[in-house]
């Protein structure tokens, strides 16, 4: 007989632990296709951060080793908390992810009014057929666009006295910050940013200036910026211990944004083009990005630029 799952409630992870559950999300992303847990909860287990989160352990008992793990934030007081969840390929259906989500609840309940996003990435069926059955709704979809940088580009024509540069870190911080907020102040999560969010992200090996271009007008300010990045050349991972490695290299269109005064000028579209042709530069063959599916205007964009789902992201709000 199996015995039932138990899990372990922790408000600080090991840098052993942080190990454990990084090598964990590896092996059910190559199983999946998709990576279980997102940049930002990523980033907080390796740098930490102001906000705390509450970590939920699954624990094989007798290896010593981490087969099942939660992530809870609960420091939305707008939005209710969220979470997201894995459960190591070797060690699915033994109930595993049903004790994660309903301890996952249990901190809701707690902390946060009840009220629990749970997000499901790659949109798998086992997952959601687990939120719908513990009372959960689908409420929110991520889709993930991709497109070939062999096809043909679009020049990039930007509008009249508007010139694209490189971000210059410690100079434009505070003013692309700014501009960031503002063209996502509707956004759940990239109209938040601070400062540190920033800094964390400039800090991470595969952050480059010279992908990060943002278009100016003549005095000086910014009116938009297309944040490119690259994934999977090889490098290290200072905080986590992994040794070199390469995996095929792919780009995404990172963060894309226009100020609120600057639409209707074509300048989403050039930004869009300029990242496009740096990727293409830097050898890539294919590039990505993440969209809102309610977001019909830039999704209305990126398929004329050529782009084309590829996957989903889904977040299942609680039903109370």
């Known amino acids: 007989m199996i015995p039932s799952p138990t899990v372990k409630r922790v408000e600080h992870l090991s840098s052993e632990q942080v190990e454990q559950v990084l090598a964990l999300m590896k092996a059910a992303g190559d199983t999946d296709g998709a990576l279980p847990l997102s940049e930002h909860v990523v980033l907080h287990l390796r740098h930490g951060g102001e906000a705390p989160a509450v970590h939920l352990l699954a624990l094989d008992e007798t290896a010593g080793q981490i087969v099942g793990y939660a ?41 946060a009014d009840g009220r629990l996003r749970l997000w499901a990435h790659g949109d798998h069926p086992s997952a959601s057929a687990l939120a719908i059955r513990l009372g959960f709704d689908r ?52 109209g938040k940013w601070t400062l540190d969010d920033l800094h964390v992200r400039i800090r991470e090996p595969w952050f ?3 992908g990060f271009l943002l278009a100016q007008a003549e005095d000086g300010r910014l009116l938009g910026f297309h944040w490119t990045k690259v994934h999977g050349e090889e490098h290290t991972h200072p905080h986590d211990g992994e040794e070199p490695h390469a995996h095929e290299p792919i780009g995404e269109v990172y ?46 964009l990126y398929t004329r630029l050529g782009f084309v789902r590829w996957s989903n992201d889904v977040s299942f709000q609680r039903s109370l």
Do not use: I
């Open 255 to 300: 963060v894309l944004g226009v100020a609120p005064d600057a639409h209707g000028a074509g300048l989403g579209k050039a930004l869009t083009l300029a990242g496009l042709w740096h990727l293409r530069g830097r050898g890539l063959a294919q590039v990505m990005l993440y969209v809102d599916e309610s977001n019909t205007r830039a999704l209305a």
């Open 139 to 190: 409420a929110r979809v991520l889709l993930q666009l991709r497109r070939s940088l062999f096809a043909p580009l679009e020049e990039v024509a930007l509008p009249a006295d508007v010139t694209l540069r490189a971000f210059r870190p410690g100079e434009d911080d505070e003013a692309w910050l700014a501009l960031n907020n503002a063209a996502f102040a509707d956004h759940p999560e990239q």
């Open 208 to 210: 480059e200036a010279a």
């Open 71 to 111: 992530h809870v934030d609960t420091t939305d007081a707008v939005e209710g908390a969220s979470a997201e969840l894995v459960v190591h390929p070797l060690q699915r259906r033994r109930g595993l992810g049903r004790a994660l989500v309903s301890a996952a609840m249990a901190v809701a309940d707690e902390r």
